[in-house]
Structures are given as structure tokens and as C-alpha cells.
């Protein structure tokens, strides 16, 4: 991560306005150096229940000079844009009673016992600034409220108000939190999904040119910076992304046919987000985050499709191979251990032997409801609905090889697929 901060220019400058609380202070000019003797720092981010992490504050209490330096960062973006004053208090006025203001400044509270400022100066933007911080990590509150921490940078120039006080310029680093989402804010792809493979190979079909997801973590923070946001998107088989923002997928494993997408020991999902808690053992952000998806309950998914009404998945098999297994899963990116996972089965929406595929035979799962191929039951399905921010993935083991002519995910209310008509691989 880039430390971002700003030069400190330590000009001697009138840079703030005055507001006076009661009264005029007839003290002499203090002298306000945060490194000076009997200066007393603070950094306060309040956790509230509900509410969660909220704006950190850095108090400078000023002891001999009775003052206090305030520095406020907001946590409603990345900008953590800084909202500094300096408060001024009588001479007789206790040093407790200026920590109860300061209490009740970081906390919102009323305290009677509270000393009251004679005078508030505001520093001005153009003499306090911060830019981004160091991010340092990810915690989740039990509310579900997802925060990131960093180390900000902030510097606050030299600044003077005649007569009054002299602020000594410095820079200094405080911790903040930033308010990330608790998941609500994924945007849908609505049903149906009809997609036919219209790519001219694997990397163009699993980029975000092809078909983006709809989510956007813009104004969020740089750990849920997606780098492949493609609604499509390989588990396995690629390395990196090229220049044109497309993954170098290994096409022996995923590749776009002139009659479909082949499917060969290899896995891909369909309206997967990137994960806030992504797998410490994968290099891939979006692979095996299921894994703390399952340690965190209180989290339920995190992809685009909206599975909470009775829906179906189907494609038309043009090949199957004689070996493997082909499988459909809910709300799981396990990579490839998947098949070994204990909740892989609670997930599970399908897993059939490859020589039962009937090559020219649409096969359909109804979620809830029978997996049929063609017109004919051949088993039941989990009663997995899903969440309203769900993603799908299918699979297709190390033995198998299957290819799939179209993919079809609607509400069983709809009936997209009838206008399909499926027919084996021509030679």
C-alpha cells in the first residue's frame, strides 16, 4: 500500500475564522507546539451498537496553555477529510474539566461538569489536508457492519490568529475506520440470465467487457478493488490479467467453441462480487472465501443473482465424456478442494456422473424440485433457494469434459429455454 500525505509548508499565515462562545479571552499569545512540554494526545474512534465505528477524533490537549487541538476524520469515504479547530479555554479552568469537554466531544454526550471554550477557531482546508492512509486490515462487527482500518496521514500547517494563539505545524499518523458495506449495497443482474457464447474465446468471454457485473466498490476501499469484475469468472485456469483487462485463460480447461463452452477439470461462477474476507491461502480473491464466509454466520453471500424465489438452471449438452462428474453450486467459490468441503454439500445444487449427460438433451435443475434430462427425472435437488445476493458455480472434474451450448437461469415461472433447440456435437 502508498503512503499518501501532503508537504508540510510551515508558513506563518492567519488561515482561520474566529467564533467566539462567551465572552473574549484576555490571554496572551499561546504558543502552541504539539511537541512541546504538557501536551497531552488522543485518539478516540467511539463503537457504537448499531451504529458501529465512527468518526475518529485527535485531541492535542494543551495543558499549560489551556487549549485544544481538534482534528476530525470523517469515515464516510476513502477521503477521511480532515475538519480541524482549535479550541481556547480561560486560564482558570481545571484540566478535568477540559478532558470532560473532550469526552464529550468524542462521544456526543452532554456533561455538565464540562469546561466550555471561550473561543473555537477553525483551520481551514487549505492549511489541513489528508489524502489516503496505509490500510492495515478487515474487521466485521457483530452486527455485520464490514470496516477497514487504516493509518492516516495528515499534516496541518504552521497557522495564526493575531494576538491569540500560534499553532506550531506538524504531521502525525491516527488510525480511522472506514465504514465498508454490510452487503446491501450489490446491485442485481436480474433474471432471466440467457447467455449463448457469444465470445470469440475464453479470455474475451470471462472479462467484464463481455458481460460486468453491475456492483461497483468505487467509493469503497482498495481491498475490495475487483481487478476481473466480469460476471463470469474463472476459478481456475489463469494466472494473470493482459493489458486489455481480460484473464489469460488456459484453453485446454475453459474454451469457447464454435458450438459452445467445454468444460474440462475446471469451474467458473456466475454473479460472484469480490468477497471482503478472501481465503489467506489462495492468491485468487475470489476462491475459497467461502471458507470465511462459514466462520463469519452472520454474513449470508455476496453475488448478484437474487435466488429466493423457486428458480431453474439448465443448458443444452452438446458432448459429455465418458468419465467424470458435472456439479452446480449456490453461494460457494471453493476451489479446487471443492468436492471434498463438508458444506460443499449443503450447497450443492447437482452432481451427476458425465455418462449420464445425453448429448442433444437439455439438462434442467429445479431449485426446489426434480433434475431432469431431457423430459426424464433422473434425482432429486437440495431445497438451497438461496439468498437475494447469490452466485452460482459450475464444475466439471478432472476426468470430465462436457460442452454446454447455452445456460439458462430463470424463475421456473419463466420458460426462456423452450426457445432453444438442443442438438448433439456435429462432427
Same mark, same amino acid.
Given at each position: 500500500?502508498?503512503?499518501?500525505?501532503?508537504?508540510?509548508?510551515? @508558513?506563518?499565515?492567519?488561515?482561520?475564522?474566529?467564533?467566539?462562545?462567551? $465572552?473574549?479571552?484576555?490571554?496572551?499569545?499561546?504558543?502552541?507546539?504539539?511537541?512541546?512540554?504538557?501536551?497531552?494526545?488522543?485518539?478516540?474512534?467511539?463503537?457504537?451498537?448499531?451504529?458501529?465505528?465512527?468518526?475518529?477524533?485527535?485531541?492535542?490537549?494543551?495543558?499549560?496553555?489551556?487549549?485544544?487541538?481538534?482534528?476530525?476524520?470523517?469515515?464516510?469515504?476513502?477521503?477521511?477529510?480532515?475538519?480541524?479547530?482549535?479550541?481556547?479555554?480561560?486560564?482558570?479552568?481545571?484540566?478535568?474539566?477540559?478532558?470532560?469537554?473532550?469526552?464529550?466531544?468524542?462521544?456526543?454526550?452532554?456533561?455538565?461538569? /464540562?469546561?466550555?471554550?471561550?473561543?473555537?477557531?477553525?483551520?481551514?482546508?487549505?492549511?489541513?489536508?489528508?489524502?489516503?492512509?496505509?490500510?492495515?486490515?478487515?474487521?466485521?462487527?457483530?452486527?455485520?457492519?464490514?470496516?477497514?482500518?487504516?493509518?492516516?496521514?495528515?499534516?496541518?500547517?504552521?497557522?495564526?490568529?493575531?494576538?491569540?494563539?500560534?499553532?506550531?505545524?506538524?504531521?502525525?499518523?491516527?488510525?480511522?475506520?472506514?465504514?465498508?458495506?454490510?452487503?446491501?449495497?450489490?446491485?442485481?443482474? /436480474?433474471?432471466?440470465?440467457?447467455?449463448?457464447?457469444?465470445?470469440?474465446?475464453?479470455?474475451?468471454?470471462?472479462?467484464?467487457?463481455?458481460?460486468?457485473?453491475?456492483?461497483?466498490?468505487?467509493?469503497?476501499?482498495?481491498?475490495?478493488?475487483?481487478?476481473?469484475?466480469?460476471?463470469?469468472?474463472?476459478?481456475?485456469?489463469? +494466472?494473470?490479467?493482459?493489458?486489455?483487462?481480460?484473464?489469460?485463460?488456459?484453453? $485446454?480447461?475453459?474454451?469457447?467453441?464454435?458450438? $459452445?463452452?467445454?468444460?474440462? +477439470?475446471?469451474?467458473?461462477?456466475?454473479?460472484?462480487?469480490?468477497?471482503?474476507?478472501?481465503?489467506?491461502?489462495?492468491?485468487?480473491?475470489?476462491?475459497?472465501?467461502?471458507?470465511?464466509?462459514?466462520?463469519?454466520?452472520?454474513?449470508?453471500?455476496?453475488?448478484?443473482?437474487? @435466488?429466493?424465489?423457486?428458480?431453474?438452471?439448465?443448458?443444452?449438452?452438446?458432448?459429455?465424456?465418458?468419465?467424470?462428474?458435472?456439479?452446480?453450486?449456490?453461494?460457494?467459490?471453493?476451489?479446487?478442494?471443492?468436492? +471434498?468441503?463438508?458444506?460443499?454439500?449443503?450447497?450443492?445444487?447437482?452432481?451427476?456422473?458425465?455418462?449420464?449427460?445425453?448429448?442433444?438433451?437439455?439438462?434442467?435443475?429445479?431449485?426446489?424440485?426434480?433434475?431432469?434430462?431431457?423430459?426424464?427425472?433422473?434425482?432429486?435437488?437440495?431445497?438451497?433457494?438461496?439468498?437475494?445476493?447469490?452466485?452460482?458455480?459450475?464444475?466439471?472434474?478432472?476426468?470430465?469434459?462436457?460442452?454446454?451450448?447455452?445456460?439458462?437461469?430463470?424463475?421456473?415461472?419463466?420458460?426462456?429455454?423452450?426457445?432453444?433447440?438442443?442438438?448433439?456435437?456435429?462432427?
Amino acid at each position: 500500500m502508498r503512503i499518501v500525505g501532503v508537504i508540510l509548508v510551515s @508558513l506563518l499565515i492567519s488561515a482561520c475564522s474566529g467564533s467566539s462562545s462567551s $465572552g473574549g479571552s484576555s490571554d496572551e499569545t499561546r504558543q502552541l507546539d504539539r511537541f512541546g512540554e504538557g501536551v497531552q494526545r488522543e485518539s478516540r474512534t467511539p463503537d457504537i451498537n448499531g451504529p458501529g465505528y465512527q468518526a475518529t477524533i485527535d485531541f492535542y490537549h494543551f495543558t499549560q496553555q489551556n487549549a485544544v487541538l481538534v482534528a476530525r476524520f470523517p469515515n464516510d469515504s476513502r477521503d477521511f477529510g480532515i475538519q480541524a479547530s482549535v479550541a481556547l479555554f480561560g486560564s482558570s479552568v481545571s484540566d478535568d474539566a477540559i478532558r470532560r469537554w473532550i469526552n464529550s466531544e468524542a462521544t456526543g454526550t452532554s456533561d455538565p461538569r /464540562a469546561a466550555r471554550p471561550q473561543e473555537v477557531f477553525d483551520i481551514d482546508a487549505e492549511h489541513a489536508r489528508t489524502l489516503d492512509g496505509i490500510y492495515a486490515d478487515s474487521l466485521a462487527r457483530s452486527s455485520g457492519g464490514l470496516y477497514e482500518r487504516y493509518q492516516v496521514e495528515y499534516e496541518i500547517d504552521s497557522v495564526e490568529e493575531a494576538g491569540t494563539f500560534r499553532l506550531q505545524g506538524f504531521s502525525a499518523f491516527t488510525p480511522a475506520y472506514l465504514w465498508v458495506n454490510n452487503f446491501s449495497e450489490i446491485v442485481n443482474t /436480474a433474471l432471466p440470465v440467457v447467455e449463448t457464447f457469444e465470445a470469440e474465446h475464453a479470455a474475451e468471454f470471462f472479462s467484464p467487457a463481455y458481460k460486468p457485473l453491475r456492483t461497483r466498490y468505487a467509493r469503497f476501499a482498495p481491498s475490495l478493488d475487483d481487478p476481473l469484475p466480469a460476471f463470469y469468472y474463472p476459478l481456475c485456469c489463469f +494466472d494473470d490479467i493482459d493489458n486489455l483487462g481480460q484473464p489469460v485463460v488456459d484453453e $485446454g480447461r475453459l474454451a469457447i467453441e464454435e458450438q $459452445g463452452l467445454r468444460i474440462h +477439470d475446471a469451474q467458473f461462477t456466475v454473479g460472484q462480487t469480490q468477497h471482503l474476507y478472501r481465503s489467506s491461502n489462495n492468491p485468487n480473491p475470489k476462491v475459497d472465501s467461502t471458507l470465511y464466509h462459514h466462520s463469519h454466520s452472520d454474513l449470508t453471500s455476496w453475488g448478484e443473482l437474487d @435466488l429466493t424465489e423457486p428458480y431453474r438452471v439448465s443448458f443444452c449438452v452438446r458432448d459429455a465424456s465418458a468419465h467424470g462428474r458435472l456439479g452446480v453450486w449456490a453461494d460457494n467459490n471453493a476451489g479446487e478442494a471443492l468436492f +471434498d468441503r463438508p458444506f460443499s454439500h449443503a450447497s450443492r445444487l447437482m452432481l451427476l456422473d458425465t455418462d449420464l449427460l445425453i448429448p442433444g438433451q437439455r439438462l434442467t435443475v429445479n431449485v426446489p424440485g426434480d433434475i431432469l434430462i431431457g423430459d426424464d427425472v433422473v434425482s432429486g435437488v437440495a431445497q438451497h433457494l438461496g439468498t437475494r445476493k447469490s452466485f452460482l458455480q459450475l464444475r466439471v472434474d478432472r476426468e470430465g469434459d462436457v460442452l454446454i451450448s447455452d445456460l439458462v437461469i430463470e424463475y421456473q415461472s419463466e420458460n426462456n429455454s423452450a426457445e432453444f433447440d438442443c442438438q448433439p456435437l456435429e462432427d
